[in-house]
């Protein structure tokens, strides 16, 4: 049964979208009742699919729930070659077995959105491991190397004589062919992959298809502000337990609230001016809430809630800090790094520069990079991060 709500088709065309092209036809064929094929490709260059990636999937959302087939593709073989549409640099090749690793839990990720039940799955080297080289030519021939370079972070890199790899250049064509073979209608993406949407447009016209329309989404910051990057360590995860999830979105900027809340949850947008009103920590602590209650359950989101209240707003630690033993005389900084607290020393040396490293029990900021363990001790790092060490 499709829905043709007009009030509801038009949150669906401008809720957390930054352009549709064209807007206008879309509309009139979601008004027109007819079952549309929207398509979304995920590359598994991390195990772990962000909040940011599901921005696209709550709008899969949307499309399944009034109707629509939703198509989900696993980029195994796009994923391998690298999309660098919104990098500086050019990304390496993966290997192809990190890849299949990768792959194999994002079904289950999705399924946390989507309703896998009515959703078409694709591999997308079903079709792609099997193109000639003459084919490949054939659709190479549909664009210019003057469309590619013509792109903004290509041509910076060029002007700054950073390489730019013909494999590059292939990506789009690979991603466009995807179109070609589901028969795509809609395709969803960020506004970074707009070539790569347009792509598939031309590509299906010279296959003699309708070309797709596009549904270009907003990019998300991640939680230190940058666009959110599973290279950047800034995400949110889907994966991520209750507890890690409600206290990295209560680490959020607060001008930032306003945004996860349109974009990362389906809050009613009437409701979330009334939440915007309140104090930044309520606010906030309404959005992890929500962000909780949909990856997890409303149980979940409670008990997360209780928990930090517990243990950051009043100071405590938690219950279940994670424990490590080490030798007398060790380096903090190898202690927190093997137990996974930080990232690298550099974080650390940071850290313990900022005061932002402190002995849980008497208050104590340890600076001193170069500190040893002299004891037992729990450790707090920065807001959230606990690690109780004993000495063996």
Given at each position: ?392
């Amino acid at each position: 049964m499709i829905t043709t709500d007009e009030k509801v088709i038009d949150e669906l065309l401008t809720r957390g979208v930054e352009e549709v092209i064209p807007k206008d036809e879309l509309k009139r064929e979601l008004l027109s009742g007819r079952q549309l094929r929207v398509k979304l490709g995920i590359d598994p260059t991390s195990p772990h699919i962000h909040i940011g990636r599901a921005v696209q999937l709550l709008k899969l959302r949307d499309f399944q729930k009034l109707g629509h087939q939703i198509v989900l593709i696993i980029g195994d073989t796009t994923g391998v070659i690298g999309d660098t549409s919104d990098k500086t640099s050019e990304r390496p090749m993966l290997e192809e077995e990190q890849v299949k690793r990768n792959a194999q839990s994002y079904f289950d990720q999705v399924g946390r959105v989507l309703d896998m039940e009515h959703v078409e799955t694709h591999y997308n080297s079903e079709w792609l491991n099997k193109l000639t080289y003459g084919e490949i030519g054939e659709q190479a021939d549909c664009f210019s190397v003057a469309d590619f370079i013509a792109r903004e972070n290509i041509r910076r890199r060029l002007d700054e004589g950073t390489r730019v790899s013909l494999r590059e250049v292939i990506y789009p064509l690979m991603q466009g062919y995807d179109s070609v073979a589901i028969k795509a209608d809609v395709e969803l993406g960020g506004t970074d992959q707009r070539f790569n949407l347009l792509a598939g447009r031309t590509l299906q016209e010279r296959y003699g298809q309708k070309p797709q329309s596009i549904m270009m989404t907003t990019l998300m910051e991640g939680l230190d502000g940058r666009k959110m990057s599973s290279s950047w360590g800034n995400t949110v995860n889907l994966t991520d337990a209750p507890n890690d999830m409600f206290g990295k979105v209560m680490s959020l900027h607060d001008a930032l609230v306003e945004r996860y809340f349109v974009t990362s949850t389906r809050v009613p947008l009437s409701e979330i001016e009334g939440i915007m009103e309140l104090h930044p920590r309520d606010a906030k602590m309404r959005l992890a809430s929500e962000i909780v209650k949909l990856y997890h359950s409303e149980g979940d989101a409670q008990r997360a809630q209780e928990h930090f209240i517990a243990t950051f707003s009043e100071g405590n630690v938690p219950a279940d800090v994670k424990t490590v033993t080490a030798a007398r005389g060790a380096s903090l900084a190898d202690v927190l790094l093997e137990a996974e607290i930080v990232a690298s020393k550099t974080e650390f040396r940071r850290l313990a520069e900022d005061g932002a490293i402190t002995d849980a029990e008497s208050g104590e900021r340890l600076t001193n990079p170069a500190a040893l363990l002299e004891g037992p001790v729990t450790l707090k790092v920065g807001k959230r991060r606990f690690l109780k060490v004993e000495i063996s």
